[in-house]
C-alpha cells in the first residue's frame, strides 16, 4: 500500500515538521477566522481572557478551521464553495502549505484531524454527481492527498472527531454546483442525515431525519465526552412553520428533538450556526440570524437563551466555561448558565470557534 | 495614532447626525404611551359589553397602536418576552385557532383567573381577538369571558412594557453599561428596528399574502378578517419613516423620496384585505408596492447604514 514515492514524501516533509505546542504560542484555547476593518483577512488564536494570542493572514475568507491535537498547527478551510484550504504554522505565523481540492470535487468549510494528528479529513462535495465525500490527506507526505470516501450523504458540512476517534459528519442534504454557486438545487427531494464513521470510513451508525424534518439541514455538531452529539439545524422552509432546530443524537437511541415553545423557537429565526459541548452534558447553540445563544442539556432539556447581535462563534470545552464570539468583534463568556462580556476586538469574528481543549 | 484621532472624530461626529434622545423622546415613549391608553379604552369598553359591534372601534384603535410599535422588537418588550404575546402573526400552523377552540371547548376557567398570561401565547393577543370578534363563536359567553380576558392582559403587557422603557432608554442614552458597551451598539439597535421593521412588511406583510404568481396566498394576509391587511402596511410604513427621520438627521432624500413613493401606492391600492394578490389586475400594483419597500430598504442602507458604520451582519448574511 505505501509507495516508495510516500515514505521518501514522508522523510522529506519531516524534515521541517513543527516542534512547537499550543502552549508556546501564547495559551489560546480557541481559533477563528476572522476580518479586520480595512477588509483584510486573518485566523486569529484567543485565550482564556479573549486576548489576540496571535494573527495570520488569509488570502481568502475562511470559515471553519481544524486545530492540530498536539502541534500549533491549524487548518484554515475557505468559505464554501472553497477550493482551498491552508496549512498555518501558529508559531511562526505563516503558511506551511496550501490544500486544493482535486479536480471535481471543492471544500465544505469543515475538516478534522485524526486523533493521532497524521490525517486530516475535509468536507467535500463531488459536485458533477452532487455526492458527499470526505477526502483524507497524509500530514506527514506534507498533506498529500491520499484519498477519499463517502460521506454517507448529500451536502456534507461540519465533520467532528468523536472522543473514541471516529468521526461525526453532518450531512445538511442540499445538492449545490459551483456554477450557481450557493443555489439549493434539490430542496423538494432533500433529506439530512448524521452518519458515524471509523477513521478508515466505514460507516458504523447513521441516523436520517424524520419525514417531518425534510426541508430541516443538519449542520453543526459537537459531541460531549460520552459520546452525545449536539445538533444544530437550518430550516430551509416557512420560517414560521420549523418543527425544530436542536437535538441529541445518542448512539443506539437515534435523535430527540429539543422542545421549544413557539416565541423560543421563533428567535432563532429557522437557523443554527454553529453548536459547542460544554462541560458533561450540556450543549450551546448560535443563531447569527436570530441573534441568539441558547443552552441545551444533552437530555433534550431546554437552557437559558442570550441576545447577541451577530453572534456565531461558539467553541467547545471540557470546562464548564467557554468563549462565544460575535460579527462585531466582541469575545463572550459562557460560564455557569450565564453568557457575559469578556473583550471587544476591532475584527468581524468568523462563523466558527474552533476549541484546542477538546 | 492616525487610527485613534479617526475613532475619535467619529465619536465626535455620530451624535450630531443619529440622535437616540429624540428617538426615545417623540417615537418609542408617547407610542408606548398611546398603546396604553388604546389597550385601557379597549379593555374598559370589553368590561361593558363584550360584543363583537361594541368593541370593534376600540379594537381597531388599539391595534393601530400596537402596529405602530410592533418594530420596537428590543428592550423591555424582548426581556419580558411578550412579542407573541401581543400579536401572534405569521401563523402558517393556526395556533391561534387551536389555542382558542382548546380553551372554549374545555370552559378553561383560566380566563377568570391571574394566571391568564400562563396560556399560549398564541391565545393571548391582537391576533386571538380578531378571532373572538370577527369569525362566529360556539360558545358566546365563554367567548365574552375570554375576549375580556385577553383584553386585560393586554393592558398589563402594554403597562409592564411601558413602565419599564424609561430605565431602558436610560441605559441607550447612558452607553457605557453591560447592554449598551458604547453609542455604536445603540445606533446598531435604532437600525436593526428599522431594517427589520422594512424586512418585515417585505417578506410577511407584504411577501406571505403575494406568495408566488401561480400560487397566491390571499388567506395569508395579516388580519385579512378584519380587514385591516392594507391598514398594517400603511401604519409600518408611517412608524419606520418617523422612526428613520428622527433617528438620523443627515441627508434622506433617497429614503424620503422612497417612503413618500411606498405611501402613495399603499393609498391607491382601495384593497383592504389584500385579496387582490389573486387577481392578476390588481397583483401588479401589490408588487409594486412590495417592490417600494426594497426601494425604502436600500435607500436606508445607503444613507443611514453607510454612514455610521452599520454593516448587515457578517455571519447572519453569510449563511452556512
Given at each position: 500500500m505505501t509507495t516508495r514515492r510516500a515514505v521518501l514524501g514522508g522523510l522529506a516533509a519531516s524534515a521541517f515538521l513543527?516542534?512547537?505546542?499550543?502552549?508556546?504560542?501564547?495559551?489560546?484555547?480557541a481559533l477563528s477566522a476572522a476580518q479586520r476593518p480595512d477588509g483584510a483577512l486573518s485566523l486569529v488564536g484567543l485565550d482564556a481572557q479573549g486576548t489576540i494570542v496571535f494573527e495570520i493572514p488569509l488570502s481568502a475568507r475562511g470559515h471553519a478551521a481544524a486545530a492540530h491535537p498536539t502541534e500549533a498547527e491549524a487548518v484554515a478551510i475557505a468559505r464554501r464553495p472553497g477550493r482551498f484550504a491552508v496549512v498555518l504554522d501558529c508559531a511562526e505565523g505563516r503558511v506551511r502549505t496550501t490544500l486544493e481540492a482535486p479536480d471535481g470535487r471543492h471544500f465544505y468549510g469543515h475538516a478534522a484531524f485524526s486523533r493521532d494528528g497524521k490525517y486530516l479529513f475535509t468536507t467535500e462535495n463531488a459536485f458533477e454527481k452532487g455526492e458527499g465525500r470526505v477526502g483524507i490527506w497524509d500530514r506527514s507526505a506534507g498533506f498529500e492527498r491520499v484519498g477519499e470516501v463517502s460521506s454517507g450523504g448529500i451536502g456534507p458540512h461540519e465533520i467532528i472527531r468523536l472522543p473514541d476517534g471516529a468521526f461525526a459528519i453532518a450531512n445538511g442534504g442540499i445538492r449545490t454546483h459551483p456554477a450557481t454557486g450557493r443555489d439549493k438545487l434539490n430542496l423538494e427531494t432533500m433529506r439530512a442525515n448524521l452518519t458515524v464513521m471509523t477513521p478508515d470510513g466505514e460507516i458504523t451508525d447513521q441516523k436520517q431525519l424524520p419525514e417531518l424534518h425534510q426541508l430541516n439541514s443538519l449542520r453543526h455538531i459537537a459531541a460531549l465526552p460520552d459520546g452525545r452529539i449536539g445538533c444544530g439545524f437550518q430550516w430551509q422552509g416557512d420560517p414560521f412553520e420549523v418543527p425544530a432546530l436542536l437535538a441529541v443524537f445518542e448512539k443506539g437511541k437515534g435523535l430527540a428533538f429539543v422542545d421549544m415553545d413557539e416565541p423560543d423557537l421563533r428567535s432563532l429565526n429557522a437557523y443554527i450556526g454553529s453548536v459547542a459541548a460544554i462541560g458533561l452534558d450540556g450543549f450551546i447553540a448560535s443563531s447569527p440570524r436570530g441573534g441568539k445563544v441558547m443552552a441545551f442539556g444533552a437530555d433534550g432539556s431546554l437552557g437559558k437563551s442570550f441576545s447577541a447581535s451577530d453572534v456565531c462563534g461558539v467553541a467547545s470545552s471540557a470546562k464548564t466555561q467557554t468563549l462565544v464570539t460575535d460579527g462585531s468583534g466582541q469575545v463572550y463568556v459562557f460560564e455557569r448558565q450565564n453568557l457575559a462580556r469578556l473583550a471587544q476586538h476591532d475584527r468581524a469574528f468568523d462563523n466558527h470557534l474552533v476549541s484546542l481543549n477538546s | 495614532m492616525k487610527r485613534r484621532l479617526a475613532f475619535a472624530f467619529s465619536l465626535l461626529a455620530i451624535p450630531a447626525i443619529a440622535d437616540t434622545q429624540a428617538v426615545i423622546d417623540s417615537h418609542i415613549l408617547p407610542r408606548h404611551g398611546e398603546f396604553v391608553a388604546a389597550t385601557s379604552a379597549l379593555a374598559s369598553v370589553a368590561e361593558n359589553d363584550c360584543t363583537a359591534d361594541a368593541l370593534k372601534p376600540a379594537f381597531s384603535d388599539a391595534y393601530d397602536a400596537w402596529i405602530s410599535i410592533s418594530h420596537i422588537q428590543f428592550g423591555p418588550i424582548e426581556e419580558q418576552g411578550l412579542g407573541l404575546a401581543m400579536s401572534f402573526w405569521p401563523d402558517p400552523k393556526d395556533s391561534t385557532g387551536k389555542a382558542i377552540a382548546r380553551l372554549t371547548s374545555a370552559k378553561d376557567?383560566?380566563?377568570?383567573?391571574?394566571?391568564?398570561?400562563?396560556?399560549s401565547a398564541a391565545a393571548q393577543g391582537f391576533t386571538a381577538l380578531e378571532r373572538l370578534l370577527f369569525d362566529p363563536q360556539p360558545d358566546a359567553d365563554y367567548a365574552c369571558a375570554l375576549t375580556q380576558a385577553v383584553a386585560n392582559g393586554l393592558v398589563d403587557k402594554a403597562e409592564s412594557i411601558n413602565a419599564a422603557w424609561p430605565g431602558f432608554a436610560g441605559l441607550m442614552t447612558e452607553a457605557g453599561n453591560d447592554r449598551f458597551q458604547s453609542e455604536e451598539e445603540v445606533n446598531r439597535a435604532l437600525y436593526t428596528a428599522l431594517s427589520t421593521g422594512l424586512e418585515f412588511l417585505h417578506d410577511q406583510r407584504l411577501g406571505r399574502p403575494l406568495g408566488t404568481f401561480e400560487r397566491p396566498r390571499p388567506r395569508r394576509a395579516e388580519a385579512r378578517r378584519s380587514e385591516r391587511s392594507l391598514r398594517h402596511i400603511e401604519l409600518s410604513l408611517a412608524a419606520l419613516e418617523e422612526l428613520a427621520t428622527t433617528f438620523y438627521s443627515g441627508d434622506l432624500n433617497l429614503t424620503k423620496s422612497a417612503f413618500a413613493d411606498a405611501r402613495a401606492r399603499a393609498a391607491a391600492l382601495d384593497d383592504p384585505a389584500l385579496a387582490g394578490v389573486a387577481d392578476p389586475s390588481k397583483r401588479i400594483r401589490i408588487e409594486a408596492l412590495q417592490r417600494t419597500v426594497r426601494d425604502i430598504q436600500n435607500a436606508v442602507n445607503t444613507e443611514i447604514g453607510k454612514p455610521l458604520g452599520i454593516t448587515a451582519g457578517f455571519n447572519a448574511l453569510d449563511g452556512d
Open positions: 513543527p516542534k512547537t505546542g499550543w502552549s508556546q504560542v501564547g495559551e489560546p484555547v | 376557567p383560566i380566563v377568570e383567573s391571574a394566571d391568564f398570561g400562563e396560556v
